[in-house]
Nanobody, 118 residues
Framework: QVQLVESGGGLVQAGGSLRLSCAAS????????MDWYRQAPGKQREVVGS???????VYADSVKGRFTISKDNANNTMYLQMNNLTPEDTAVYYC????????????WGQGTQVTVSS
């Protein structure tokens, strides 16, 4: 089992910034990819973006140019830098990892709340 712990959420005004962290219980170099998802009230969980083992990133159109995913392999942590936040970014943010052992496995964190006030 991989344990993932998100932190860094909170309340911020529109136009502000937050940085979320996702700390893993083992080396992230063993993961195929690490992802950020979010789920707003009454909506389905959606992908925010991903970073591969090699550092390649992709983003949802809704956050492109505002959010940046990075990782620190030495500290087994992934980050989500969120700038120019809007109320539409209000959601619970989750990290997820994928890895291959005997089969493809996914593990989720518990989520961290981000609330953007107008």
């Amino acid at each position: 089992q991989v344990q993932l712990v998100e932190s860094g959420g909170g309340l911020v005004q529109a136009g502000g910034s937050l940085r979320l962290s996702c700390a893993a219980s083992e080396s992230i170099l063993s993961f195929n990819a690490m992802d950020w998802y979010r789920q707003a009230p009454g909506k389905q969980r959606e992908v925010v973006g991903s970073i591969t083992r090699y550092g390649t990133t992709v983003y949802a159109d809704s956050v492109k140019g505002r959010f940046t995913i990075s990782k620190d392999n030495a500290n087994n942590t992934m980050y989500l830098q969120m700038n120019n936040l809007t109320p539409e970014d209000t959601a619970v943010y989750y990290c997820r990892i994928s890895r291959v052992r005997l089969q493809l496995e996914y593990f989720w964190g518990q989520g961290t709340q981000v609330t953007v006030s107008s």
